[in-house]
């Protein structure tokens, strides 16, 4: 079974600030991993994902994400925090075969402070 | 424009009485599915399938059905609606077999049971 652990449900940053989403997550076999955002009212986009290439993924928008066996973690940055960043984020796991499904986390809200 | 289209966007609904969400893709993705949102839970698979003619149960499937009777359209229905079943209401496709099982996300439903 795949779990995933995104702690707090909410992070408040400054413009222009380090933008630092947590994501842990739980799995028995190599996982794929996402990052996906939803503005206020809209559906889920993707940000990026990891498919057990390189380590260090770039997304849209500025974001990237590193994928650490040892700490089990694929947290969100990016460095320079934007107004228009504010939404809510979420991570998500699956395994790698044809019919996986996802599991997400609860959601992390991001707020940005002028 | 490709994508996935959800009837309606809103619905308030008496308890007791049936509904059919509609979900419609045009991506010509086998996998489809539907989740609900709630605040504090993140996303939650209700039901799924992996290709036309087959469905299967997510996390939390008591109340609903699903039909896929073709590629396109993956209906959702509330045979008798209940308070608890108010939520926002996520159809997504994928098109399985490749190896990145990305997830296109439509608009939403949101649905509110009195």
């Known amino acids: 079974a795949q779990s995933v652990t995104q702690l707090g449900s909410h992070v408040s940053v400054s413009e222009g600030a380090l933008v630092l989403l947590r994501c842990n997550y739980s799995s028995s076999v190599p996982p794929y991993l996402f990052w996906y955002v939803q503005y206020p009212n809209q559906g889920l986009q993707l940000l990026l994902k990891?498919?057990?290439?390189?380590?260090l993924v770039k997304g849209i928008n500025g974001f990237e994400a590193e994928f650490k066996k040892s700490e089990t973690s694929f947290h969100l940055t990016k460095p320079s925090a934007h107004m228009s960043d504010a939404a809510e984020y979420f991570c998500?796991?699956?395994?790698?075969?044809?019919?996986?499904?996802?599991?997400f986390g609860k959601g992390i809200t991001l707020s940005v402070r002028p | 424009i490709a994508g996935i289209t959800q009837a309606p966007t809103s619905q308030i609904l008496a308890a007791g009485r049936r509904m059919t969400l509609r979900c419609t893709q045009d991506?010509?993705?086998?996998?489809m599915y539907w989740y609900r949102q709630d605040l504090g839970l993140g996303l939650r698979l209700i039901h799924y399938s992996n290709t036309a003619g087959t469905t299967g149960k997510g996390e939390v499937p008591d109340g609903y059905s699903v039909s896929r009777a073709n590629t396109d359209d993956f209906p959702l229905t509330l045979a008798s609606a209940v308070p608890s079943q108010t939520s926002v209401y996520f159809c997504?496709?994928?098109?399985?077999?490749?190896?990145?099982?990305?997830?296109?996300f439509g608009p939403g439903t949101r649905l509110t049971v009195l």
């Open positions: 998500a796991v699956s395994d790698p075969g044809a019919n996986s499904k996802l599991t």
């Open positions: 990891y498919t057990s290439a390189a380590t």
């Open positions: 997504a496709s994928r098109l399985s077999g490749g190896s990145y099982n990305e997830q296109f």
């Open positions: 991506m010509r993705h086998n996998a």
